[in-house]
T-cell receptor, first 115, second 115 residues
Framework: AQSVAQPEDQVNVAEGNPLTVKCTYSVSGNPYLFWYVQYPNRGLQFLLKYITGDNLVKGSYGFEAEFNKSQTSFHLKKPSALVSDSALYFCAVRDTTDSWGKLQFGAGTQVVVTP | EAGVAQSPRYKIIEKRQSVAFWCNPISGHATLYWYQQILGQGPKLLIQFQNNGVVDDSQLPKDRFSAERLKGVDSTLKIQPAKLEDSAVYLC?????????????FGPGTRLTVT
């Protein structure tokens, strides 16, 4: 069975400071990993994914994430946060052995960026 | 390219009533998902269709929830009768469904309140 943990319910950061949102995962096989963002009253919006290759992946809006297999982590980062980055962020994992592509989501981390 | 469409956006019903949600996926997407997102939690997969066949409904409360995907395009999710604990946002997502399509694209969701 696959699972995702986002240990922080909320992350507070000042605008211009680095932003990190943590995610750890557990799968039987190898993982495909994703980050999604959700703004109020909106659906989930895809940010980035790790499938294979370079452990550092770059995505939309200046976000990046680093896959660390030994620590089973996939933390989301942004060098300089914007007030507009305030939203709910979800990490998700898919086991590569699952041919139907079922995603397991974490509980989400609320990011609050203050001016 | 048009995104995933869902209707209605909001619905308020009393317990024991029935409700139905509609989803139109992105054109050409073979895989369609329905998720339930309870406040403060990540999305939970209810049912997954590949074309018009069900490939995973293990977390669908089949005594009250049903879903269909006629002709492999639009889908409806029905709850009958509704319970208070069904209050949630119901998200529809779609993906290409082939081995190289990893991202799921989400609609805006339907917010259901059961009183």
């Amino acid at each position: 069975a696959q699972s995702v943990a986002q240990p922080e319910d909320q992350v507070n950061v000042a605008e211009g400071n680095p932003l990190t949102v943590k995610c750890t995962y557990s799968v039987s096989g190898n993982p495909y990993l994703f980050w999604y963002v959700q703004y109020p009253n909106r659906g989930l919006q895809f940010l980035l994914k790790y499938i294979t290759g370079d452990n550092l992946v770059k995505g939309s809006y200046g976000f990046e994430a680093e896959f660390n297999k030994s620590q089973t982590s996939f933390h989301l980062k942004k060098p300089s946060a914007l007030v507009s980055d305030s939203a709910l962020y979800f990490c998700a994992v898919r086991d590569t052995t699952d041919s139907w592509g079922k995603l397991q989501f974490g509980a989400g981390t609320q990011v609050v960026v203050t001016p | 390219e048009a995104g995933v469409a869902q209707s209605p956006r909001y619905k308020i019903i009393e317990k024991r009533q029935s409700v139905a949600f509609w989803c139109n996926p992105i054109s050409g997407h073979a895989t369609l998902y329905w998720y339930q997102q309870i406040l403060g939690q990540g999305p939970k997969l209810l049912i997954q269709f590949q074309n018009n066949g069900v490939v995973d409904d293990s977390q669908l409360p089949k005594d009250r929830f049903s879903a269909e995907r006629l002709k492999g395009v639009d889908s409806t999710l029905k709850i009958q009768p509704a319970k208070l604990e069904d209050s949630a946002v119901y998200l529809c997502a779609s993906s290409l469904g082939d081995i190289s399509s990893y991202e799921q694209y989400f609609g805006p969701g339907t917010r259901l309140t059961v009183t």
